[in-house]
């Protein structure tokens, strides 16, 4: 599966964003797709994620309650809405996905064999 994010940019400080990973093909039930963002010196770290069947969702405490993962089965896509966000949100933003990943390992970037494209989120006034 090749995924494609899209739908970085420049946003001022309590800003929005949204940012879409749509997949080359149609993906079974168990296949998850989650969001990481990685900022200069820093380790990649996990945003937040989602399972193409089913309402799981999981978000990194920074994010929560700012951020929400949703999807569109019919157009393979994932959507990550960023709301209120603050300068320490910038990063390169990455989509990853695996099919039959266990839900207790989300978070952890070194479980994802697809990944897509970075795209750049700024949070600057």
């Known amino acids: 599966v090749q995924l494609q994010a899209s739908g970085g940019g420049l946003v001022q400080p309590g800003g929005s964003l949204g940012l879409s990973c749509t997949a080359s093909?149609?993906?079974?039930?168990?296949?998850?797709v989650a969001w990481f963002r990685q900022a200069p010196g820093r380790e990649r770290e996990f945003v937040a994620g989602?399972?193409?069947?089913?309402?799981?969702?999981a978000y990194a405490d920074s994010v929560k309650g700012r951020f929400t993962v949703s999807k569109d089965n019919a157009k393979n896509t994932v959507w990550l809405q960023m709301n209120s966000l603050k300068p320490d949100d910038t990063a390169t933003y990455y989509c990853?996905?695996?099919?039959?990943?266990?839900?207790?390992?989300?978070?952890?970037?070194?479980?994802?064999?697809?990944w897509g494209q970075g795209t750049q989120v700024t949070v600057s006034s």
């Open positions: 989602t399972r193409w069947s089913g309402g799981s969702t």
């Open positions: 990853a996905g695996r099919a039959g990943l266990i839900w207790g390992r989300i978070r952890l970037s070194t479980e994802y064999y697809d």
């Open positions: 093909e149609r993906s079974n039930s168990g296949y998850v």
